[in-house]
């Protein structure tokens, strides 16, 4: 009993694999298959087209911050700190 449902479940099997082979094989599945791919190529032209964007936008501020950086690197650390002598000179005259 046992074999004969095994050999049933294989020939179920090959049967239904040779006939899902030709339905997927034919020409309207290719049909949908390109159409399908298509539609996958443009969704990832359409992201790589945002991710540019954004990367080139980064790029940006990127050297923007490198630019702001450099020039608080060429001033003197009194000018970035402050010359806070005039308000001590203030605060001990209110006092």
Do not use: C, W
Not at 20 to 36: E, F, P
Not at 39 to 53: E, F, P
């Amino acid at each position: 009993m046992m074999k004969e449902f095994g050999f049933g479940a294989f020939a179920e099997g090959v049967l239904f694999g040779t006939a899902g082979i030709k339905v997927l094989s034919s020409k309207d599945a290719r049909k949908v298959y390109a159409q399908t791919t298509a539609a996958a190529l443009h969704a990832k032209d359409n992201v790589m087209a945002i991710v540019t964007a954004v990367r080139e936008g980064a790029d940006d501020i990127y050297a923007e911050a490198k630019a702001i950086n450099e020039q608080r690197a060429e001033k003197p650390a009194e000018a970035v700190i402050g010359d806070t002598s005039k308000e001590s000179a203030e605060e001990s005259q209110a006092e």
